[in-house]
């Protein structure tokens, strides 16, 4: 009997160590931030601030972890980091002092939204080389849907228990289930470990035979190309976008006139629609040149920041939703496909961490800006309209570079 292709339990391991991220990631801490600051007595520049240097300081997880992860393996590698995440979230649940939560949060956005992320993408890519678009598709629809189901059941937490018990149970979540299952199901493919694994015994695929391991760009030939820059700052802006809204989230559907349910909603319909924008961007991707659907999904993205200042209806709030949702989707299987796809996989850890590290600098701005805005203007608004015009001008570079061969 033909035995199923292990890089796919690798792939579902890879979304679920995604998923493990969320208390990492802006939009998990989103989750807490009008709790935390009420209990705390933060104030918001205050926290936007911790927030900065705490997701720069901690950008360092997503470059020192590809050294690690092409030396030592996947296997290994998110065994320790899961650990060493789900340990300081439960830590930060007893956090009383400005000085503590700083600490904890540096230390899950190294781990997390950094460590963990560089990961996960890279898993995937040391498995599929020729399929690479299918598998970060399917691999997209699978993250997409715990995402889905993590937001509300962690806000719904947060509403009847309290912040500090959502959290507690977070961090016992990743410690008790994703750390045991890293070390008892993650492998390496044959071609990383030049041999037969001892008990798991992938079939040769096609797309192994088509490019080896060892074939690739190294890290400087990846960042003199202007492909790298293209993508690389085009997902960085959608991190800016995304971590800056998904902070202050609920702060501002409130100035919009609506209160924490229709922001919970908003979550759903975001990852439901991203994960349209994941099976569509997979799509496409089979027939467009990535670049013109990188253009696309910024638009998109333009279009739904243009937006958001008119919104006043239910109707109107699900609809700017929709599309940050599908910009995102498009965005996020973009940023998981193009690395291995372009440059190859002899230093893939390393060229995906440079790349995320931009992405996690850009995502620390992201929070300041729109709190500066709304100090010293009294509205998000002003922030909105400058973010929808500088990535209209990223998209319409996007949309007239001219790719490499390899991305065609």
């Known amino acids: 009997m033909k ?27 989103g989750l807490i931030t009008e709790p935390l600051l009420a209990d705390l007595g933060i104030g918001r520049v205050d926290y936007a601030q911790l927030n900065l240097w705490a997701t720069l300081i901690g950008a360092a997880g997503a ?43 540096t230390l899950t956005r190294a781990l997390g939204q950094s460590a963990l992320s560089v990961v996960s993408i890279a898993m995937v890519g040391q498995w599929f080389v020729r399929r690479i678009d299918m598998a970060m598709a399917i691999y997209s629809v699978a993250l997409s849907i715990g995402f889905m189901i993590a937001f509300p059941v962690v806000g719904s937490l947060v509403q009847a228990r309290g912040w500090r018990v959502a959290w507690f149970a977070v961090g016992a979540g990743i410690l008790a289930a994703l750390a045991p299952l890293a070390w008892l199901l993650v492998r390496r493919p044959n071609a990383e470990l030049g041999l037969e694994m001892e008990h798991v015994k992938p079939e040769r695929e096609p797309e192994q035979e088509l490019e080896p391991l060892a074939a690739g760009s190294t890290l400087p030939e990846a960042l003199r190309t202007t492909a790298f820059w293209i993508f690389a700052l085009g997902a960085a802006l959608y991190g800016l976008v995304a971590s800056g809204i998904g902070l202050f989230n609920e702060s501002i559907l409130v100035e919009r006139g609506f209160g924490p349910d229709v922001y919970y909603q908003t979550l759903v319909v975001t990852a439901m629609t991203g994960l349209a924008g994941n099976f569509i961007g997979g799509w496409l991707a089979r027939f467009m040149s990535l670049n013109r659907l990188m253009a696309l999904s910024l638009f998109v993205l333009a279009a739904g920041l243009l937006a958001l200042p008119h919104v006043s209806t239910l109707a109107m709030a699900m609809a700017w939703a929709v599309m940050m949702g599908l910009g995102g989707g498009l965005v996020m299987v973009l940023f998981f496909s193009v690395w291995p796809r372009v440059f190859g996989r002899r230093h893939l850890g390393r060229i995906q961490g440079v790349a995320q590290a931009l992405t996690v600098l850009a995502s620390a701005v992201g929070p300041l800006l729109l709190a500066l805005c709304v100090e010293m203007t009294g509205s998000y608004a002003a922030m909105f309209y400058i973010l929808a015009g500088t990535v209209s001008v990223c998209a319409a570079a996007a949309a007239v570079v001219r790719p490499p061969r390899r991305l065609t």
């Open 3 to 29: 035995r199923i292709y292990y890089g796919w339990v690798v792939l579902v391991m890879a979304a679920a160590a995604m998923v493990g991220t969320l208390p990492g990631r802006t939009q998990g801490l």
């Open 63 to 105: 470059i020192g972890i590809g050294r690690f992860l092409d030396r030592f393996g996947s296997r290994v590698v998110l065994t320790i980091v899961a650990v060493g995440l789900g340990a300081t979230v439960v830590l930060m649940s007893r956090v009383e002092t400005f000085g503590q939560l700083a600490v904890a949060v």
